[in-house]
Nanobody, 115 residues
Framework: QVQLVESGGGLVQAGGSLRLSCAASGSISRMNTMGWYRQAPGKQRELVARMTAGGSTNYADSVKGRFTISRDNAKNTVYLQMSSLKPEDTAVYYC?????????WGQGTQVTVSS
């Protein structure tokens, strides 16, 4: 069983920055993908960014050039550095881990960007 614990959300003004962290614990396969998704009120959950253990990344077009995903495999932790935040980035951000053996979601962390 895998547990994911997110931290780092909060309230920030437009143009500001935040850094999210997600630490995984439990039975974790080395070959996994960790990523961030977000869900705004009334909208579907969408991919923000994800990163394989080998370092390959995918980003949503809406965050390219503003957000950076990184990970520390030794700590089973993934980070999301968010810069130049916009009000439309306001959402609950969820961490996700995928491997051949399991799929797990974090509990979510709120990010609110004021205009």
């Amino acid at each position: 069983q895998v547990q994911l614990v997110e931290s780092g959300g909060g309230l920030v003004q437009a143009g500001g920055s935040l850094r999210l962290s997600c630490a995984a614990s439990g039975s974790i396969s080395r070959m996994n993908t960790m990523g961030w998704y977000r869900q705004a009120p009334g909208k579907q959950r969408e991919l923000v960014a994800r990163m394989t253990a080998g370092g390959s990344t995918n980003y949503a077009d809406s965050v390219k050039g503003r957000f950076t995903i990184s990970r520390d495999n030794a700590k089973n932790t993934v980070y999301l550095q968010m810069s130049s935040l916009k009000p439309e980035d306001t959402a609950v951000y969820y961490c996700k881990l995928d491997s051949w053996a399991t799929m797990a979601w974090g509990q979510g962390t709120q990010v609110t960007v004021s205009s």
